[in-house]
């Protein structure tokens, strides 16, 4: 696998010429990421887990807690006939990316899943609509009894998730923790992990020290769920190997020179700081696909991250060409403070069934001269003749964007991706200071970037609106 799988275009940036004060600020940009780097260089493992940033340790198959999700993944496998992920955020967003991505489309009407159960997500809204759905539908499929739950917390006490583990414990009666599998901190500061003291659940898996929560997606948060649903010819321990090669590949881009034409992270980084000091504040994030959760998750991984001190770009998600017939005007014809940052995917039908892809079929009776240029050609090239067309579009129309250009929909390339844009998002929060404290000094162990503080004042008001309607 070489550096190629995933490469960055940058489109029309600059819609007015390059002056004297931008040109000052590309210098200012550029002498900052080398001092970035600098600081990234001379973190030690120890560090990185000091300062929230053990997600960059690249994992080893032979890890024991690799090996724990291996032999978890395995068990379940031969165990039971449906998984369920019960977590929000962090906590489950990249584990619906990975089945969304990786695995065949309708998963759970597959006559043969190569030994894979049906696949379910729950826990992350207090709307009771979905939970008790899946609920019944389990029960009436009668295989609740052979449903595992994977309830994902790192401290046990996000309220979505825990409000629907108890559910889930009341439908399932005394025997409940034998149907539980759990992801959390390995210390008494988790509830999951004093409940797991007290009643050991089938398998606790420790989340490991240094590492948030939307940046847990090579934990056994989104590990799990990737090797539980091992298609043919795949075992857990060989998608966990994809995903880690995948990895690897990141983590050579991220350790090239700043400036080097290979190095996304910083290219990335560096660009949208310029854009946002052009007076730009939204960033389209334009997966050109059918999917949904890679935009969901850049947003949380992206927003919650960067979103500090009054600045920081806003994710937008959207996917192409369905945000063409909905989002495209008001990129064009509306206020110009966006950036587009496309997601452009090679090879769409490289995972599919393993037959060819077929041609749309010409019709004598199609006789609109637009709609017959259609007919025999297959819809993947359709595909990428629409994002070609929307970003040559938008380089007319001077909207500056940049393109991710991905090889293939392929375990180790979206690993590889996901660790590229974990990589912008931290550089792109030290471009910002955000690893500075108030007085200016540089405090790596309370960086914004890992943290958010601007959620504890919904739980706080929540908490008062539940006492209010106890009395």
């Known amino acids: 696998m070489s550096n190629s799988n995933i490469?960055?275009?940058?489109?029309?940036?600059?819609?007015?010429?390059?002056?004297?004060?931008?040109?000052?600020?590309?210098?200012?940009?550029?002498?900052?990421?080398?001092?970035?780097?600098?600081?990234?260089?001379?973190?030690?493992?120890?560090?990185?887990?000091?300062?929230?940033?053990?997600?960059?340790?690249?994992?080893?198959?032979?890890?024991?807690?690799?090996?724990?999700?291996?032999?978890?993944?395995?068990?379940?496998?031969?165990?039971?006939?449906?998984?369920?992920?019960?977590?929000?955020?962090?906590?489950?967003?990249?584990?619906?990316?990975?089945?969304?991505?990786?695995?065949?489309?309708?998963?759970?009407?597959?006559?043969?899943?190569?030994?894979?159960?049906?696949?379910?997500?729950?826990?992350?809204?207090?709307?009771?609509?979905?939970?008790?759905?899946?609920?019944?539908?389990?029960?009436?499929?009668?295989?609740?009894?052979?449903?595992?739950?994977?309830?994902?917390?790192?401290?046990?006490?996000?309220?979505?998730?825990f409000a629907s583990a108890v559910i889930i414990r009341q439908w399932l009666k005394d025997n409940w923790h034998e149907q539980v599998i759990t992801t959390t901190a390995g210390d008494p500061s988790s509830v999951l992990f004093q409940m797991n003291q007290q009643k050991p659940f089938r398998k606790l898996l420790v989340m490991p020290k240094g590492v948030g929560g939307r940046f847990s997606a090579f934990t056994s948060v989104g590990l799990l769920l990737l090797a539980v649903t091992a298609m043919e010819s795949e075992t857990p321990k060989i998608r966990i190997q994809k995903a880690i090669k995948g990895l690897k590949l990141?983590?050579?881009?991220?350790?090239?020179?700043?400036?080097?034409?290979?190095?996304?992270?910083?290219?990335?980084?560096?660009?949208?700081?310029?854009?946002?000091?052009?007076?730009?504040?939204?960033?389209?994030?334009?997966?050109?696909?059918?999917?949904?959760?890679?935009?969901?998750?850049?947003?949380?991984?992206?927003?919650?991250?960067?979103?500090?001190?009054?600045?920081?770009?806003?994710?937008?998600?959207?996917?192409?060409?369905?945000?063409?017939?909905?989002?495209?005007?008001?990129?064009?014809?509306?206020?110009?403070?966006?950036?587009?940052?496309?997601?452009?995917?090679?090879?769409?039908?490289?995972?599919?069934?393993?037959?060819?892809?077929?041609?749309i079929q010409s019709y004598n009776d199609i006789q609109d001269k637009e709609l017959s240029e259609l007919c025999n050609l297959k819809l993947s090239q359709l595909q990428e003749a629409s994002y070609v067309g929307t970003a040559e579009d938008f380089n007319d129309k001077g909207i500056p964007n940049a393109t991710l250009i991905v090889s293939e929909r392929s375990i180790e390339s979206v690993s590889a991706l996901m660790r590229i844009l974990m990589d912008t998002t931290a550089v792109k929060g030290r471009l910002q200071g955000l690893h500075f404290d108030e007085n200016g000094s540089i405090d790596l162990k309370h960086e914004l970037t890992y943290l958010q503080s601007g959620v504890e004042g919904y739980k706080q008001r929540m908490r008062e609106n539940i006492r209010t309607v106890r009395s």
């Open 7 to 161: 490469t960055l275009k940058i489109g029309k940036t600059l819609s007015i010429p390059l002056n004297t004060e931008l040109t000052t600020k590309f210098q200012q940009i550029s002498q900052q990421l080398m001092e970035i780097q600098s600081l990234f260089q001379a973190e030690s493992d120890e560090d990185k887990i000091s300062y929230e940033r053990a997600w960059s340790i690249i994992p080893d198959v032979n890890d024991e807690y690799i090996k724990d999700i291996i032999s978890c993944a395995e068990d379940i496998r031969k165990n039971y006939k449906a998984f369920v992920t019960v977590g929000i955020g962090g906590s489950d967003l990249c584990a619906r990316l990975f089945h969304e991505l990786i695995n065949p489309v309708y998963f759970n009407s597959m006559k043969d899943r190569f030994g894979a159960p049906e696949i379910y997500f729950t826990g992350d809204t207090f709307d009771p609509r979905g939970l008790y759905g899946l609920l019944y539908v389990l029960k009436e499929k009668e295989i609740l009894d052979k449903t595992v739950f994977h309830i994902v917390s790192k401290s046990g006490k996000t309220a979505e998730t």
């Open 250 to 359: 990141a983590k050579e881009i991220f350790e090239k020179p700043y400036y080097h034409q290979d190095n996304i992270p910083y290219r990335l980084a560096g660009w949208l700081q310029l854009m946002e000091y052009m007076g730009k504040t939204i960033i389209e994030f334009y997966d050109y696909a059918d999917h949904h959760f890679l935009a969901d998750w850049f947003v949380q991984l992206y927003d919650e991250s960067v979103q500090e001190r009054g600045q920081g770009l806003t994710v937008r998600p959207l996917r192409g060409p369905t945000s063409n017939h909905s989002a495209l005007n008001g990129i064009v014809n509306g206020p110009k403070d966006k950036v587009v940052l496309f997601i452009n995917w090679k090879n769409l039908w490289h995972e599919i069934y393993g037959e060819t892809e077929s041609s």
